[in-house]
């Protein structure tokens, strides 16, 4: 089992950023694809942001891209997603997922935390 949680979440005005942090214990983290989804109320869970176990290869939605970034330090067992230029349709709650081989589905992960509420104002 990996045990993920999230923190950092938050309430900005737009054009504002946040930066969201995932803590993983448990099993090796560097072992893990990690990514972020995030949900709004009355939608589907969707994927924002994903990177491989050694940090090198990430791809991102395309509503977020070239907003948002995803990184990760194996060392310190946590995964971070900076947001700048946030937007009100950016608000939902984000989870951090993780699984050994990744994807840009909901099922496509095994290991979940509980999510963070981020809130953006206009």
């Known amino acids: 089992q990996v045990q993920l949680v999230e923190s950092g979440g938050g309430s900005v005005q737009a054009g504002g950023s946040l930066r969201l942090s995932c803590a993983a214990s448990g099993r090796t983290f560097s072992n893990y694809a990690m990514a972020w989804f995030r949900q709004a109320p009355g939608k589907e869970r969707e994927f924002v942001a994903g990177?491989?176990?050694?940090?090198?290869?990430?791809v991102y939605a395309e509503s977020v891209k070239g907003r948002f970034t995803i990184s990760r330090d194996n060392s310190k067992n946590t995964l971070y997603l900076q947001m700048n230029k946030l937007k009100p349709e950016d608000t939902a709650v984000y989870y951090c997922?993780?699984?050994?081989?990744?994807?840009?589905?909901?099922?496509?992960?095994?290991?979940w935390g509980q999510g963070t509420q981020v809130t953006v104002s206009s």
């Open positions: 990177v491989t176990w050694s940090g090198i290869n990430t």
């Open positions: 997922a993780g699984d050994s081989v990744g994807g840009d589905k909901v099922h496509d992960y095994e290991f």
